[in-house]
């Protein structure tokens, strides 16, 4: 459901409640919007260099851009008017932009697949991509050494990464 929202109107009509249950709504507002489920939605469907649309909170205007790199909460954009922004997830417009296709089915890897060594990829919990060699094998996780600092990673969540 697609709903346009007037902020002249919601500010007037906002104009009669207390501070109390503003901060409130703000508070509720502020934890919608960071809500893991929500970026991982948004975040599946951008790329890097991707030609994107976001709000700016300064002078309330849609601005174009490109999207040159990802935080866990906020996106860099590249603006077309010159310049960058960094930008909430949610201040992204992502309507027309295509849904995530479903991922294609992959063998579940499991320990006897590896090898102290190895050079695996994973994806981090911040869906940032990672590679690193494995250095150390559990029962259930691998110990990878990447540039960022040594993970504990279930193999299922492992990919092999072929050196070129």
């Known amino acids: 459901m697609t709903m346009t929202l007037d902020l002249r109107t919601l500010m007037a009509a906002l104009e009669n409640a207390s501070d109390l249950e503003l901060l409130q709504l703000r508070t509720a ?3 919608l919007l960071a ?4 970026v991982l ?3 599946q469907r951008l790329n890097i260099g991707m030609p994107i649309e976001c709000w700016s909170a300064r002078d309330q205007q849609i601005h174009r851009g490109r999207i040159a790199q990802f935080k866990p909460d906020q996106v ?21 932009l295509p849904a995530v296709p479903a991922p294609a089915a992959r063998p579940t890897l499991t320990r006897a697949d590896f090898q102290p060594g190895d050079t695996v990829g994973f994806e981090g919990r911040d869906l940032i991509q990672h590679i690193g060699t ?28 072929v050196e070129v």
Do not use: Q
């Open 29 to 31: 507002v502020a934890h």
């Open 41 to 43: 939605a948004i975040r």
């Open 76 to 96: 860099l954009i590249h603006r077309e008017a010159g310049g960058h922004v960094w930008v909430e997830y949610a201040a992204l417009v992502v309507d027309g």
């Open 134 to 161: 494995i250095v150390r094998m559990n029962p259930k996780t691998a110990s990878v050494a990447c540039p960022e600092g040594v993970w504990r990673v279930s193999y299922a969540l492992l990919h092999r990464v």
């Open 35 to 38: 809500s893991p489920r929500r």
